[in-house]
């Protein structure tokens, strides 16, 4: 047990030391976005023919997750307008401390 152990922390040091080595690039952003707008977008196969919901079950058992229906567009367009909320506190309220920049505005969803 202690010589795999000291064997991970070698690999893991000598893993780090290159890492270390190698080229630094820093990433600049050229603008700041002030006043975002979120929208939820949902995309499945043919929105003329079936809904969000009924897409969603539909899917086999194995590709979708066992509480499904709490998934519906309402539900989640619900949870982002809550974490969307301008009252302190949420999600992006602390925004405001950074000059010129305010919490994002979500303007509800619609289907691709």
């Known amino acids: 047990m202690k010589i795999s152990i000291c064997c991970l922390c070698a690999v893991g040091c000598s893993l780090m ?18 006043d975002g707008r979120f929208t939820n977008v949902y995309v499945f196969p ?10 969603l079950n539909s899917l086999p058992a194995s590709a979708k997750p066992s509480d499904w229906q709490k998934f519906t567009r309402q ?17 992006f309220a602390s925004l ?16 691709a």
């Open 17 to 34: 030391a290159v890492l270390m080595m190698l080229p630094v690039r820093l990433a600049f952003a050229d603008a700041v976005v002030t």
């Open 46 to 55: 043919d929105p003329s023919k079936e809904t969000w919901e009924q897409h």
């Open 75 to 91: 539900s989640i367009d619900a949870f982002t307008q809550t974490i969307m909320l301008p009252a302190w506190p949420n999600s």
């Open 96 to 111: 405001h401390q950074y000059d010129g920049i305010n919490p994002p505005q979500f303007f509800g969803s619609f289907v």
